[in-house]
C-alpha cells in the first residue's frame, strides 16, 4: 500500500500543524497507522499510533498532550494534530502502516519493524 503524508511545514515555536496519511488505492482495514520522525543526525523514533478498527492510540512521552493522532473514516485518512509546538520537533515525519489484516499487539507498536509500508515523509521545522 502507498502512503501519501502531506501537511509539513514551519512554525514558530508554540505553533500547530496536522499532517495527514491516506492509503493510495487500498484502504487501512485493520492496519495500525504509526507516525515516526527523524531529526538531523538522530535515528528515527516513535511518535504515536493507532489501530485503524478502534482501540488505543499510543503516544511518545514527548508529545503526549500535545500531539493528537485521529482518524476520518470517510475520508480513509488518519491525522496528526500537533499543538505547542517545539524547537525539537523539528524532523521529517513519516507515516507507516502495519498489516492490514491485523494490528501491531501493543508491546509492539513503537518497533518500526513492525511496520509494512511507509509514506515518503514531511518535513516539520520548528524556529522563531
Known amino acids: 500500500v502507498q502512503l501519501q503524508a502531506s501537511g509539513g511545514g514551519s512554525v514558530q515555536p508554540g505553533g500547530s500543524l496536522r499532517l495527514s496519511c491516506a492509503p493510495s488505492?487500498?484502504?487501512?482495514?485493520?492496519?495500525?497507522i504509526g507516525w515516526f520522525r527523524q531529526a538531523p543526525g538522530k535515528e528515527r523514533e516513535f511518535v504515536t499510533a493507532?489501530?485503524?478498527?478502534?482501540?488505543?492510540?499510543y503516544y511518545a512521552d514527548s508529545v503526549k498532550g500535545r500531539f493528537t493522532a485521529s482518524r476520518d473514516f470517510a475520508k480513509g485518512t488518519v491525522y496528526l494534530q500537533m499543538n505547542s509546538l517545539k524547537p525539537e520537533d523539528t524532523a521529517v515525519y513519516y507515516c507507516?502502516?502495519?498489516?492490514?489484516?491485523?494490528?501491531?499487539?501493543?508491546?509492539?507498536?513503537?518497533?518500526?519493524?513492525?511496520?509494512?509500508?511507509w509514506g515518503q515523509g514531511t518535513q516539520v521545522t520548528v524556529s522563531s
Open positions: 488505492g487500498r484502504s487501512f482495514s485493520s492496519a495500525t
Open positions: 493507532v489501530n485503524w478498527g478502534g482501540g488505543s492510540t
Open positions: 507507516a502502516a502495519g498489516s492490514r489484516n491485523a494490528r501491531i499487539i501493543t508491546s509492539q507498536v513503537r518497533n518500526e519493524a513492525r511496520y509494512i509500508d
